[in-house]
């Protein structure tokens, strides 16, 4: 690789209108941005079309090139690939309300741009492109597009022959089980390698996928996800729990109170009434064997997620989060089956890897019963809990970065 040569500026977003744009039309260029996501996948993107690339030196196409390819495709085009497009030809857009971060080495063959966006949260619109030399002659010329840290991770073999950029309808990655919908990936501007980071509060290990030199990708390193992780006797989560199994609509007539230990086999401290456990904000902090820590809170006006903020920074105690240990058995948990712009489907598996069989969906799971039903908690291991659909017989396992934290 050369030197590092880049070039780094701090722009604001291209606004194609005289006037700032209110508050509803920027919910639907937002809105514009989903769709683009949506379509970002891989079940749409095998029937994808091939792109012409114009190469823009006798060498061959840059990474200019293949950026201006991927974009000037009409069912991407939005503000941002707009103002992409426009720092590519070395416009400057005018400003608008968000800071426009565009960073493109041409040496290394790499670009990334994002942008923060006013949807009433914190939004981050983000793309990266780079590319590989294959050894058939060929370029891989991978992107990502995403939101939040959430995006997609697709990839095109340009060839040099016809000049085009054809999809790659599965990853060029050795048994790849990931749902490429929920990647938080960092294609390489130095090196050769993806670094995949958690994304979830459950935090799993960075996953490598190491550049083979040829014309693929292969895993390094640890990677919980993609085989049986070995059995531990304390593994950390964080987790939302509830002492019943219906967190929607409790019956409290049906409930008893909860002992609380001061250590696991410990000795009874106190007994959270069936009123203290709808009132008290309960996580998950641990699973030691049999036993599980939690930390609770009356909440008052402190939101959920400010709380979760504070526990899993240790602060537990100048929030005025209390600990306590509680029977395995005698929690529930729960478990997203929708996150983010997109509709996803989970899945229970029959082992604590990605490999295994698929059992059940969550979204399908979900629809069988009346109400929203908690999950038992059965087993953990390091990156997935084994649970069971309470009162059902739906069991499996899932990986722990899906339970709800908030």
Known sequence: MKPLFLLLLGLTLLVPAPHAQDDDAKYDEYADEMEIMRSLSIEGWAHAPALPVHASTSKGPTIADFARAFLKQKRYSSSFSRAILARLDGLHPEPD????????????????VDTPFNCGADCTISLEICYW??????RLVGLTWGDRGIGCLLFYDYNPQTRLMTPLPEPPIKDFYDNTAMLNAHLPRQGKDIHIKPIWDNPSDTLTLRWNGSDAFIFDGAAERYRKPTKSNEVALFARAYFYQTPNMPDLSAMKDAP???????IITRRLTPAEQQEYFIMLTCVR?????????QPGDRYPVDLTRSLRQGRDYATGFRRAWVPRRALFVDIADKDGPFDLMLHLYAEPTLASRRLYAVEDMRNSVEVALAFHLLEARHGWVKVQMATTNYIGWIESRYLLAD
């Open 260 to 266: 609380l230990y001061d250590a696991p086999n410990g």
């Open 133 to 138: 030399h294959t050894a058939n002659g060929h």
């Open 289 to 297: 064997g049999d036993w599980a820590e939690i930390a609770y809170i």
């Open 97 to 112: 309300d968000g800071m426009f971060r565009y960073l493109i080495d041409v040496p290394h063959g790499y670009l990334s």
